[in-house]
């Protein structure tokens, strides 16, 4: 009889712990900034007269502006026949410690023209393989800040079609001296940055397939998972001046490659009705753009104010990602796993392309002590324009102090160093969820935390029956050699309550009719030995 009864109360201090809370929240059409996406600022430095950034502009952009990316062209003209000189690497280092200074980060392009003069257009292969191994130690030390790459070097403007040395209609051998500069400049990044490719037959030339990457390749570190797309002249013409040589095949090649792989652009040329809304929108969407150059060309971005739908695309580069709801267990032990569901719908055109972990961070309401758990869910895959549900089971840390913790989603940056800078955080496009001194985002819920032991149960520490679970008016406390011990009762916030209670040599009654309903926590001291018990409260 006595072991059914203690089988009751077990299973009713299991079943009040596995009560769940549904917390809703309400989305928001904010143009916020967020890292690694959205309108981006076009600069040029030139090696015949270095124009450096100016902090104070990069932190306007991001603050005033919402803008987080530039895209940064470094002329190496005076260098076509020589290596980069060091006062020149030393500029591009400070250029790099203003973007991380202001929070923002860069897309870098190399060049050597911004003509199409014959004979100024580029370098050689030797030549440009040798300046990319100068610039190798620049790209592995900054690469918290740079988002990718644009391939770059070859022709004019780096944009590899007037060419010096590279074929403007390229034959095979050309295309095997392009795929060795790519291969140069892969193997000098580092392994987790993509390189944006000129046009989609470029990239299926250097990566010597037609076929897009799918699921099972993305992300896994190969050069073809790393080769991404940009388009420098969005909407110019039927064929975007030349960037497809047949959008029969190469408009579903790169709708299915961009859900993997970063993409962006610029604007050219108003080339209406190809330029109004309608088509920019529907496009974006289809080839999943994270960036758009905010600075060219003015009459088509004009054109998207005028026409409405400029605030759409600034909204929607990239991931745009929305708390739906959640569903959060109320009560939790110490050391023990609890079911984790939250919903969340990426309304952006894109998915974020740089490796960013999820956390759950729980904050102790009484002393802010934070402990942050890493989910398994990948945001990467957090696919546009679709709902993702997050359906795991967390473990709480062994050590974590019992009590009341506010839930917190915290996407930071990969790199330790930005990790704890919330600028660098992803921003959630609700209301009343933003926390812009973490950058986390607030889940709107309380849980509480106990210790290890259920009430309920026995331990090698303190052999003690609490009954009943939950408690009205009293709880029972039986044990032996109970005048050995003195007993404390706790709040969940840590704090010591007051309680009357009446004891024997083998058991203790505590009056608890004053209490509000709530977990608390009794503790056990005899000399250096302490165990804790978790109860519940519930008139």
């Given amino acids: 009889m006595k072991n059914r009864f203690f089988i ?10 596995a009560q769940t809370t549904n917390v809703s929240y309400t989305t928001t059409s904010e143009n916020f900034s967020n890292p690694e996406r959205g309108m981006y600022h076009h600069t040029e430095t030139h090696s015949t007269g270095y124009t450096s950034f100016s902090q104070s502009t990069l ?11 530039i895209v940064r062209v470094f002329y190496l003209e005076n260098f076509r026949n020589a290596p980069i000189s060091q006062d020149y690497l030393n500029k591009i280092q400070a250029d790099f410690n203003a973007v991380r200074n202001a929070g923002i980060k860069i897309i870098p ?45 070859i022709g004019s403007w780096g944009e590899w079609y007037y060419t010096d040395y590279f074929g403007i209609a390229p034959t095979a051998t050309d295309y095997a001296n392009r795929k060795e500069v790519v291969n140069a400049l892969l193997a000098a990044l580092p392994a987790s940055r993509m390189i944006h490719m000129r046009t989609p037959l470029l990239k299926q030339k250097i990566a010597g397939t037609t076929t897009a990457i799918a699921s099972g390749q993305a992300y896994n570190g190969s050069n073809n998972s790393r080769l991404a797309h940009h388009n420098d002249c969005f909407l110019a013409s039927s064929t975007d001046f030349g960037t497809y040589t047949n959008v029969a095949s190469e408009y579903p090649y790169l709708e299915n490659e961009t859900k993997y792989l970063a993409m962006g652009g610029e604007t050219c040329a108003p080339n209406a009705p190809r330029t109004d809304c309608s088509t920019a929108l529907q496009e974006m969407k289809r080839f999943h753009w994270s960036y758009l150059n905010t600075d060219y060309h003015a009459s088509v971005l004009n054109g998207f104010i005028s026409n409405g739908c400029m605030n759409e695309i600034k909204n929607n580069l990239g991931y745009r990602f929305e708390l739906v709801n959640g569903t959060f267990t109320q009560s939790a032990n110490a050391g023990a796993t609890f079911p984790l569901v939250l919903k969340i719908k990426n309304a952006g055109w894109a998915t974020p392309y740089n490796e960013r972990k999820a956390y759950l961070v729980l904050r102790n309401t009484g002393t802010n002590q934070e402990y942050s758990i890493q989910l398994a869910s990948d945001p990467r895959l957090w696919t546009s324009q679709v709902e993702t549900t997050i359906n795991e089971n967390v473990a709480l840390p062994a050590n974590i102090v019992p009590g009341s913790y506010k839930l917190y989603l915290s996407l930071p940056d990969s790199d330790a160093n930005l990790k704890p800078r919330p600028e660098y955080s992803v921003r959630m496009a609700n209301t009343n969820t933003w926390e812009s001194t973490t950058g986390y985002n607030n889940l709107n ?20 029956v609490i009954y009943p679970v939950p408690a009205n008016n009293q709880i029972t406390v039986e044990m032996p050699n109970m005048p050995q011990y003195t007993l404390a009762m706790y709040n969940s916030l840590g704090q010591m309550v007051k309680v009357n209670t009446t004891a024997t040599a083998t058991n203790m009654v505590i009056n608890t009719e004053s209490l509000s309903d709530g977990v608390y926590y009794l503790q056990f001291t005899n000399g250096t030995t302490k165990d804790s018990r978790r109860v519940i409260v519930k008139h």
Wanted: glycine share 4%; aromatic share 10%.
């Fill in 59 to 69: 932190t306007n952009y991001r603050v005033n502006e919402k803008i987080t990316l």
């Fill in 445 to 464: 819920f309380t849980m509480n935390v106990g210790s290890s032991s259920l009430g309920t149960t026995d331990n090698n520490v303190v052999n003690a």
């Fill in 8 to 17: 009751f109360l077990l299973l009713a201090t299991l079943n009040a712990f």
């Fill in 109 to 153: 392009r190399f060049a050597y023209s911004d003509s199409d003069v014959a004979g100024q257009r580029d370098a050689s292969k030797a030549q440009i393989i040798s300046h990319i191994n100068q610039l190798q130690p620049l790209f592995q030390n900054n690469a918290d800040v740079i988002a990718s790459v644009q391939a770059g070097f």
